[in-house]
């Protein structure tokens, strides 16, 4: 099921672009059309943004997926910031407890194909996303 | 750091974005094209974005934020070049970067603000 | 391999080897079909069993062939498949004459082995028709969606047809692209010829609209039919300032009017078109 995976820091700004860049050159790898791959990237930039401004830092890891004929590419974000206390109302378009737009989780969500987020109340942050190869 | 080159024709102030930009970067540029704007009296701002391959709602904030700055000193701007899977990708993102205007690439860019000039305001 | 697997096995390649003319021939009676066909695969698969490494290339590689080529004459993947199978039955009646416990044994195993084999034709079969169906989709895909050129600055995309997402995502894809290529800062999407439109079709076409004034230009939407245009308030879709026209003259009409050229029908009799500079 899985590839090789990457695992990149999160800390400061310099890390989110080195992020991109990395997801951006393994979506080509895996044949993403280039919309797919701009969407990714961006769903790629507002969840390491995420991890760095609400939690102050964390890890991307950033691997192939296969699902028989299909490829994809699995993205984690992990922090072990605040956590969030109400899931629901993150992912509404507009809520944000930062300077932000409230755009960044339900907005990625919108950018792939399978979106999982686990987080409790000082327990930190993991989002999950896929992206399929169509 | 790297901070982007602000070019003046005329009375118009164009930004060429030509690299995948640090957050860093965007904040000083936001702050470099009022003190420009204000220095130069220009009337009208381009930012060029061919060559950007993402925006995510950061840049698209800073789209807005000089649109809407540069609006009350006076300039209007204009984002040209704007890719069609960019394009998409904000639809999806939900980010509509109201307020900004829009021309497919940089003359199309300066017709519409010479048109806007020339109607009366 | 146990050295009494191994004379089992040792076993049946005998027998495939002393009565081949038997068995190929009950084979080809029950199979129902020409020798010519079972003859090449028979002896490969006499060789490879033969052969201490157990190589089985040869005989896929066969039989991917026979499996192709049935397929090619409107047999059904059963039928291949029950044609390999055959090779069972003819195989157990030399061994039941043979009588051998080792053989018997033997017996066994080679029938896994064949049903591996039956299984790999049906494998085969659908890999090829995968690959047809999604070469057509794309085929499709391509052949479905022209962007046309109206006027100088006025593109066009008729759609015609039944939409599905995964298409109406390549209308606007190639839509946008046209405008970024020509310049065109207007765009008709015609669904005239698009017997129905369901909620994420509207969707689909709304965002190409939405990202179309994002890159700076604009897109009306026109030859939108009763029965469409009632669907789409049903399901509450909200089109918002998104501009629509009758039919495509209208549309074509509202772009030239708006791209700053004059249409004027004096007396009814022609139509001459002037673009201005702008």
């Known amino acids: 099921m899985s590839g090789d995976g990457h695992l990149l820091p999160i800390a400061s700004n310099a890390d989110v672009v080195a992020v991109r860049r990395q997801v951006r050159a393994l979506a080509v790898d895996v044949g993403l059309s280039l919309v797919d791959q701009t969407k990714v990237v961006t769903a790629a930039s507002e969840l390491a943004r995420n991890a760095l401004v609400y939690a102050g830092g964390g890890r991307a890891s950033i691997e192939i997926v296969e699902n028989g004929v299909r490829k994809g590419l699995r993205l984690s974000f992990i922090d072990e910031g605040p956590g969030i206390p109400d899931l629901a109302l993150a992912l509404t378009d507009g809520w944000t407890t930062g300077s932000g737009l409230g755009l960044g989780l339900g907005g990625s969500r919108r950018l792939v194909d399978e979106f999982d987020l686990i987080s409790a109340p000082g327990k930190g942050t993991t989002v999950t996303v896929t992206k399929w190869a169509r | 750091m790297e901070r982007v080159p602000i070019l003046k024709l005329g009375d118009i102030l164009i930004i060429s974005i030509q690299v995948d930009l640090e957050d860093q970067s965007v904040l000083a540029l936001q702050e470099d094209l009022a003190d420009k704007v204000v220095s130069t009296g220009a009337r009208g701002v381009i930012i060029d974005i061919t060559a950007v391959e993402i925006v995510d709602s950061f840049i698209g904030r800073m789209l807005a934020t000089i649109a809407a700055t540069s609006r009350m000193l006076d300039a209007e701007t204009v984002v040209v070049g704007m890719r069609p899977a960019v394009a998409i990708t904000l639809v999806e993102l939900g980010l509509s970067l109201g307020g900004v205007r829009t021309a497919l690439n940089l003359e199309k860019g300066v017709a519409l603000l010479d048109h806007t000039r020339s109607a009366p305001r | 391999m146990t050295a009494h697997a191994d004379a ?27 020798a010519e066909e079972l003859r090449d695969l028979y002896r490969a698969l006499r060789l490879a069993l033969g052969d201490e490494r157990d190589d089985l290339a040869d005989v896929r590689g066969l ?216």
Do not use: N
């Open chain 3, 8 to 34: 089992t096995r040792r076993r049946v390649h005998d027998l495939l080897r002393a009565e081949e003319e038997r068995i190929l021939q009950r084979w080809t009676d029950l199979a129902k079909t020409s």
């Open chain 3, 63 to 278: 039989l991917a062939e026979l499996s192709r080529e049935r397929a090619r004459q409107g047999h059904t993947p059963s039928d291949t498949a029950r044609v390999v199978f055959c090779l069972k039955e003819a195989v157990h009646e030399a061994v039941a004459s043979d009588g051998s416990a080792e053989a018997l044994k033997g017996f066994i195993w080679f029938s896994r082995l064949i049903d591996d084999l039956g299984l790999y034709t049906f494998e085969v079969y659908a890999t090829a028709r995968e690959k047809i169906i999604l070469d057509q989709a794309e085929q499709l895909l391509e052949l479905s969606t022209p962007v046309v050129k109206l006027w100088e600055g006025i593109v066009a995309v008729p759609l015609i047809g039944t939409l599905d997402s995964a298409r109406t995502q390549v209308v606007m894809e190639k839509l946008l692209q046209t405008l970024v290529e020509t310049g065109a800062e207007h765009a008709v999407i015609d669904i005239t010829g698009v017997p129905a439109v369901d909620t994420q079709v509207a969707q689909h076409l709304l965002k190409t609209v939405v990202a179309a004034r994002l890159m700076g230009a604009e897109c009306v939407i026109s030859g939108i039919r009763p029965q469409i245009a009632h669907t789409i308030v049903t399901l509450g879709i909200e089109f918002g300032d998104i501009i629509t026209k009758a039919s495509l003259a209208d549309a074509l009409a509202y772009a030239l009017s708006r791209s700053g050229a004059e249409i004027s029908t004096p007396r009814r009799t022609r139509i001459a078109v002037r673009t201005e500079e702008v």
